[in-house]
T-cell receptor, first 112, second 114 residues
Framework: AQSVTQPDIHITVSEGASLELRCNYS??????LFWYVQSPGQGLQLLLK??????LVQGIKGFEAEFKRSQSSFNLRKPSVHWSDAAEYFC??????????FGAGTILRVKS | KAGVTQTPRYLIKTRGQQVTLSCSPI?????VSWYQQTPGQGLQFLFE???????NKGNFPGRFSGRQFSNSRSEMNVSTLELGDSALYLC?????????????FGPGTRLTVT
C-alpha cells in the first residue's frame, strides 16, 4: 500500500518568513501528488497537484511544490507567509481510482 | 458554480443508532468519494461512487455503506454506531470519469456518538 509521511506535526513561522513543509511518499510508479489545506471547521482545499512534467509546480495562494523522485519527496514552499496561512496542510498521493492516501498533516502556526 | 454541499453539518447520535449523511457534488461532477477524519487515524478513504456504482472501497467494516443517485447526489449510512465512529465525514466530488484524483471537498459533517 502507498503511504505518505509528513514528518512535522507542528511548525511555527513568523509572518513574512519563508515556509517549507515536508512530504515523503512511498509509491512504486510515477505518483500523482497533491497538497491540500484545511482551515478550522472547513473542508479541504486543493493547493496544487503534480501529475507529470515540470517538477516545480505552482499553486494557489502563492504556494509551490517541488517533486524530487530521487528523494521521494514533494515539499511545499512559500516565500513569505501571511497570518491567513495558518491552517493544517495535508500531502496526499493518488493510490488508485480516485482514492487519495493522506499524510497525517502539518499544523502551521504563524507568529505576528 | 456552487461547491460541494453536505448535510447536516453537525449531528449527535447515541451508540447503537444509525445515521445517514448526504452529499451533493458540484454540478456536472459524477464521482463522489467519502472520507473519515479523526484525530487518531487522520483522513481515511471510505468509498467512491460513479454513475450510481461503487467503484472503490476502503478498509471499513460493513456497517459503513453508501449509495449514489441518478443526479450524482450521494448518501452514506453508518449502522449500529460506535463511539469510535465520532469523526468529521468529508465528501469530495470529481469531474467526469477520469481518475485524476483532483477532488473538491465539502465542509464535512461532524458526527458525535455518545
Amino acid at each position: 500500500a502507498q503511504s505518505v509521511t509528513q514528518p512535522d506535526i507542528h511548525i511555527t513561522v513568523s509572518e513574512g518568513a519563508s515556509l517549507e513543509l515536508r512530504c515523503n511518499y512511498s509509491y512504486g510508479a510515477t505518483p500523482y501528488l497533491f497538497w491540500y489545506v484545511q482551515s478550522p471547521g472547513q473542508g479541504l482545499q486543493l493547493l496544487l497537484k503534480y501529475f507529470s512534467g515540470d517538477t516545480l509546480v505552482q499553486g494557489i495562494k502563492g504556494f509551490e511544490a517541488e517533486f524530487k523522485r530521487s528523494q521521494s519527496s514533494f515539499n511545499l514552499r512559500k516565500p513569505s507567509v501571511h497570518w491567513s496561512d495558518a491552517a493544517e496542510y495535508f500531502c496526499a498521493v493518488l493510490e488508485y481510482g480516485n482514492k487519495l492516501v493522506f499524510g497525517a498533516g502539518t499544523i502551521l502556526r504563524v507568529k505576528s | 458554480k456552487a461547491g460541494v454541499t453536505q448535510t447536516p453539518r453537525y449531528l449527535i447520535k447515541t451508540r447503537g443508532q444509525q445515521v445517514t449523511l448526504s452529499c451533493s457534488p458540484i454540478s456536472g461532477h459524477r464521482s463522489v468519494s467519502w472520507y473519515q477524519q479523526t484525530p487518531g487515524q487522520g483522513l481515511q478513504f471510505l468509498f467512491e461512487y460513479f454513475s450510481e456504482t461503487q467503484r472503490n472501497k476502503g478498509n471499513f467494516p460493513g456497517r459503513f455503506s453508501g449509495r449514489q443517485f441518478s443526479n450524482s447526489r450521494s448518501e452514506m449510512n453508518v449502522s449500529t454506531l460506535e463511539l469510535g465512529d465520532s469523526a468529521l465525514y468529508l465528501c469530495a466530488s470529481t469531474p467526469g470519469q477520469s481518475l485524476s484524483g483532483e477532488q473538491y471537498f465539502g465542509p464535512g459533517t461532524r458526527l458525535t456518538v455518545t
